[in-house]
């Protein structure tokens, strides 16, 4: 059980980032700063729909990492609760934005919005509005019964991180620096979600 734990969070992980790698690659004058992950394969550009299962697999792979992790921590229901919920939201959130791209430019007026990017969006804003208490209710739930490791101060410490750009991405999502924020809250999760693959790895190999 471990290893497929172990090997559903890292793969997913590695399929998100090459993912996102490739897709800013292949469209010139993409900004890394000032543009959305999902403009790299929006509805209508050429040579993407590869991205899109690379992201779908990614978030199956992320999902049945949340479902599975529980069986290999301390019982606890706070800890149970919050894999669970990280894996809808994180999982089949970016299961649901690969099958659903967002329209070229990935405007997020909704009057605006086809049908995909309306899913696309409700999708997105659930998964960066939910994750980041999820991996905090991991940490605090884990703080008495894992005091001795540094698995409950990494989770917190994550999700204090994607909630601060959260926030800030909410406040301006049309501002200059959304691609930014959006990576820095995508990094944190996916840290987490590497961090705890070899948490329990390690730990389950004693």
């Known amino acids: 059980m471990r290893i497929l734990i172990f090997g559903a969070g890292i793969l997913g992980t590695l399929l998100f980032v090459v993912a996102s790698i490739l897709g800013g690659a292949q469209i010139e004058g993409y900004s890394l ?3 959305f992950i999902s403009e790299s394969y929006a509805s209508g550009l050429p040579n993407t ?3 899109r299962y690379m992201y779908v697999t990614s978030g199956v792979l992320l999902a049945l990492f949340g479902f599975l992790v529980p069986s290999k921590m301390p019982k606890a229901v706070g800890i149970k609760i919050g894999f669970f ?3 809808i939201f994180y999982g089949f959130g970016t299961v649901t934005t690969g099958f659903f791209p967002c329209d070229i430019g990935c405007n997020p007026d909704p009057e605006k919005a086809s049908l995909s990017q309306f899913i696309h969006n409700t999708a997105g804003f659930l998964t960066y509005a939910m994750v980041p208490f999820c991996l905090l209710g ?3 739930s884990s703080r008495k019964i894992m005091d001795s490791t540094n698995f409950p101060r990494v989770s917190i410490i994550c999700a204090i991180l994607a909630f601060s750009f959260v926030v800030l991405l909410f406040g301006d999502p049309t501002g200059p620096f959304i691609g930014l924020f959006q990576r820095i809250i995508e990094g944190s999760v996916l840290f ?3 961090y705890t693959a070899f948490y329990i790895q390690r730990t389950n190999n004693k």
């Open 33 to 35: 700063v000032s543009q």
């Open 49 to 51: 729909e590869y991205l």
């Open 85 to 87: 919920l990280f894996a």
């Open 138 to 140: 991991i940490g605090f």
């Open 192 to 194: 987490w979600v590497v």
